[in-house]
């Protein structure tokens, strides 16, 4: 009895790692990744899809959004990662996404931007 749940562990990892090697390199992580200027390009490139959050710790609605954005990230583990970027602390891809408002979520699809969001919305 013993063994058949040691084995039943060893064949469910194994296939959670198949799954997430032909999942398009999504990986699974159920937090947002904390990036920084120097780690973004290759966060987006290396995920098929992955929605950013660029924030700042004194700013109200991305502090309302906070909460959200952990809570999808758990949902979607394994389909779509989710990066957080302070922009206080990282402003050279603010810039560079023209991000002017906060908090702004970037779509990137094979690290393509394919859509913007501005402003604290519902889930």
């Known amino acids: 009895m013993e063994e058949d749940k040691e084995l039943e562990e060893i064949r469910q990892k194994k296939i959670e790692k198949l799954m997430r090697r032909f999942s398009g390199g999504q990986g699974s992580t159920d937090k947002p990744v904390e990036l920084t200027d120097s780690n973004f390009d290759d966060f987006i490139k290396r995920h098929r899809l992955v929605v950013v959050d ?6 109200a609605p991305c502090r309302i959004m906070a909460p959200i954005v952990d809570e999808l990230a758990k949902e979607c583990s394994g389909k779509i990662l989710f990066g957080k970027l302070n922009v206080d602390e990282n402003p050279k891809k603010a810039e560079e996404y023209n991000v002017m408002s906060i908090p702004t979520f970037l779509v990137f699809k094979n690290g393509v931007l394919v859509d913007r969001f501005i402003g604290a919305m519902p889930k």
């Open 54 to 59: 660029f924030w700042a710790p004194w700013c």
